[in-house]
């Protein structure tokens, strides 16, 4: 939802930047990789911890290095393997950040409904995001729904933020809220493939 209404405002702020960084010779390619791999060992390294507010600062500021890459792509011109190495690193930031959630609601908080919730959204940001390149893969359309990317982020580490400041509940309420969320988002997809493809057919 956060791509319809906030994409052009952001690309106008990060466009120039990614300009600048091609210009500097940094690839698009090298900062989705170097993006990926700080989130990814940051998460696993200080969720699991019990160190929350590293966690979140850390992995937020490598997360927003995927918006840098996005502009660079578009500075000097995305490519089919880029736009395949981009995706599968999503997925890769998106499992090792509910993993290490779930890990942290296991074996720091023995808190069992928590780690349930961290694994239902780990499964279902998956599936999200493998119904709409499957759809696209077929000719179809499965583009929109209330919880993409951006927002699973944000609704995740805005949940971690407040529990290392000392909210309680925070992630429990933030992952619980996320599932749902998610759940109505994958139901969204899957009936826009089926309006897509009942288009295709007429």
Do not use: H
């Amino acid at each position: 939802m956060l791509n319809i209404f906030a994409r052009a405002s952001v690309s106008r702020v990060t466009d120039p930047i990614g300009a600048a960084l091609v210009r500097a010779g940094l690839t698009p390619n090298a900062m989705t990789l170097i993006g990926t791999a700080g989130a990814f060992v940051c998460a696993l390294v200080f969720f699991p911890q019990g160190m929350l507010l590293a966690g979140t600062f850390t992995v937020w500021g490598f997360v927003m290095l995927d918006l840098l890459d996005g502009a660079m792509a578009r500075a000097k011109g995305s490519t089919p393997f880029g736009a395949v190495l981009d995706a599968t690193c999503d997925r890769l930031v998106d499992g090792a950040l509910f993993a290490a959630i779930a890990w942290w609601a296991f074996v720091v908080q023995g808190n069992l409904r928590v780690a349930a919730a961290a694994l239902i959204c780990l499964v279902l940001a998956q599936v999200i995001s493998y119904v709409k390149a499957r759809a696209e893969a077929t000719g179809l359309k499965a583009d929109g729904g209330l919880v993409e990317r951006a927002e699973r982020l944000i609704i995740a580490l805005v949940g971690t933020g407040l529990q290392g400041l000392g909210l309680p509940y925070s992630v429990e309420v933030s992952q619980w809220l996320l599932a749902a969320l998610s759940l109505v988002t994958l139901l969204q997809r899957i009936a826009a493939v089926s309006k897509s493809a009942r288009e295709a057919r007429s």
